[in-house]
């Protein structure tokens, strides 16, 4: 949606997020945790938004429904 993501830190979302490049991860089951970078990302709204304007680009293309039924097709290959 090109808005800042603050998302658990577990294998699919850190996934997408690049591991923290394209977004904000934080300790599953943490509140606090969550809270922390919540506020961080108010803090620095204009560079988090630059950055999702990013993590926007990289999910179209890599993520596409296009891209994921090629790589299905693929698989299905293999």
């Known amino acids: ?3 800042p993501c603050v ?3 577990l294998e699919g979302p850190a996934e997408v997020l690049r591991n923290g490049e394209y977004g904000t ?3 599953p089951g943490d509140s ?3 809270a922390q970078k919540l506020v961080q990302v ?3 709204l204009p560079q988090k ?3 999702a304007g990013k993590a926007l680009a ?3 293309e890599s993520y596409s429904i296009v891209t994921m039924c090629d790589r299905l097709e693929q698989v299905m290959k293999e």
């Open 7 to 9: 998302a658990s830190n």
């Open 42 to 44: 108010m803090d620095t």
């Open 25 to 27: 991860l934080f300790t």
């Open 1 to 3: 949606m090109g808005i």
């Open 32 to 34: 606090e945790d969550l």
């Open 49 to 51: 938004r630059e950055v």
């Open 58 to 60: 990289y999910v179209n």
